[in-house]
Every structure is written in structure tokens, then in C-alpha cells.
């Protein structure tokens, strides 16, 4: 089964750093691009940025960089999402999802099931 | 970059057929996918592409795409469908980088 399984909910203050994973399996996880989709509460879905794992290839929203730092292992298929320093208003539920290009469309086709990030004082 | 545009919310009787729309520039040049979100649901893709359909995902949902505007409609609504709906495409920038719409919440009545 394709999948994603991203790590559990972290609770962070201001100021602290967090790195949250989504572990791929069941493809080839160094073929597909992997993108981070910010969804803060009640709000809509918001795209972050995308790692090829294969070469570590990596593009940013221009709204997110600087802000967050997005890498991958390939060795462990997993990739990551970081903060060096937390923000209150970085409080989100975060998805990865699989980019599936091909010649019928792009389209992010395989989900993980969220890591809600909560950073509060 | 770019923007998309849907409208905030659409409504349905049950069972009729209705259409939720997504405006951009980066439309006249890229597909745009589409995504339900049900509360407390990670998004699951249901159109991508001129108009293909992921296994699973029933053939009441179709999409369309002219000039700027994408459209994702669903034909014989279902009270399941009740949801929100996000388009999704590449920004115009040509660096693989993509955008959401602001998403659409649909009600089935």
C-alpha cells in the first residue's frame, strides 16, 4: 500500500525548534516530489514548498521562505519539515503529500494523515 | 506567483448537479487538480488532470477547464459530498511551484 505517515502532534513554545517527518512507503520514494501543505485553524490549505528527495531538489512559496526548512533522507524515505524558532501564529495542522507528475496532470495524490503543530506559551 | 479564486461557499439540492469553480492566469497554462476535505480529514484528490478520476472516487465527479477557469462538478450531489473543495495548480512562475484556491464549502441540502 502507498502511503504516508507523518510523526505525532507536538505542543511548542514560542522560540523553540521542531522538525516533524513524513515516512514514505510502498514506492519508490526517491521518484515523486513530496510538498508540505499548511492548514491553519479553520482556514484553507496553503502550499509551503516541495523536496525531490532523489537530488534534494527543494522549492519554496515565496510566503515560506526563510521561514521553514524542508529536507529529506533518502536512505530512511522521509522527509522533513523544520522551524529553528517557533511562532504562535505557526500553529497549524501540516500535511506532506505525494506530487505525482505524469502526462495526464499533476496532481498531489497520496496524503499523509496531518501533524497538528500548536505553539503556545 | 499566482492566485486562485473560488467561491467561498455553493449549495445543492440533493441530488442536482452543480459546478464549483477555480479562476487564475496559471490556468490558461497548467491543469488544475482538485481536492475534497471532509472536518477533520486530511484532503483526498478527486480530479486532476484535462479530467481523470483517481480509483475510488465515483464517476459523478467530473472537470473541465476553459481559458482561465478550471471547474470540478458533480452530477447527482450526494449528501456524502458534503465538504470543501480546494483547487490546486502550478503558479505561473515556471519553478515548479504550486497554489490553492481559497477553497469552497459545499452544501448539500
Known amino acids: 500500500e502507498v502511503q504516508l505517515v507523518q510523526s505525532g502532534a507536538e505542543v511548542k513554545k514560542p522560540g523553540e525548534s521542531l522538525k516533524i517527518s513524513c515516512k514514505g512507503s510502498?514506492?519508490?520514494?526517491?521518484?515523486?516530489?513530496i510538498g508540505w501543505v499548511r492548514q491553519m485553524p479553520g482556514k484553507g490549505l496553503e502550499w509551503m514548498g516541495i523536496?525531490?528527495?532523489?537530488?534534494?531538489?527543494?522549492r519554496y512559496s515565496p510566503s515560506f521562505q526563510g521561514q521553514v526548512t524542508i529536507s529529506a533522507d533518502k536512505s530512511i524515505s522521509t522527509a522533513y519539515l523544520q522551524w529553528s524558532s517557533l511562532k504562535a501564529s505557526d500553529t497549524a495542522m501540516y500535511y506532506c503529500?505525494?506530487?505525482?507528475?505524469?502526462?495526464?496532470?499533476?496532481?498531489?495524490?497520496?496524503w499523509g494523515q496531518g501533524t497538528m503543530v500548536t505553539v503556545s506559551s | 506567483s499566482s492566485e486562485l479564486t473560488q467561491d467561498p461557499a455553493v449549495s445543492v439540492a440533493l441530488g442536482q448537479t452543480v459546478r464549483i469553480t477555480c479562476q487564475g492566469d496559471?490556468?490558461?497554462?497548467?491543469?488544475a487538480s482538485w481536492y475534497q476535505q471532509k472536518p477533520g480529514q486530511a484532503p483526498v484528490l478527486v480530479i486532476y488532470?484535462?479530467?481523470n478520476r483517481p480509483s475510488g472516487i465515483p464517476d459523478r465527479f467530473s472537470g473541465s477547464s476553459s481559458g482561465n477557469t478550471a471547474s470540478l462538478t458533480i452530477t447527482g450531489a450526494q449528501a456524502e459530498d458534503e465538504a470543501d473543495y480546494y483547487c490546486?495548480?502550478?503558479?505561473?512562475?515556471?519553478?515548479?511551484?504550486?497554489?490553492f484556491g481559497g477553497g469552497t464549502k459545499l452544501t448539500v441540502l
Open positions: 503529500a505525494r506530487h505525482n507528475s505524469g502526462y495526464l496532470g499533476d496532481a498531489f495524490d497520496i
Open positions: 510502498g514506492y519508490s520514494f526517491t521518484s515523486y516530489w
Open positions: 523536496i525531490y528527495p532523489g537530488d534534494s531538489d527543494t
Open positions: 496559471s490556468l490558461r497554462s497548467y491543469y
Open positions: 488532470g484535462k479530467n
Open positions: 490546486n495548480s502550478r503558479d505561473s512562475s515556471g519553478n515548479h511551484l504550486g497554489v
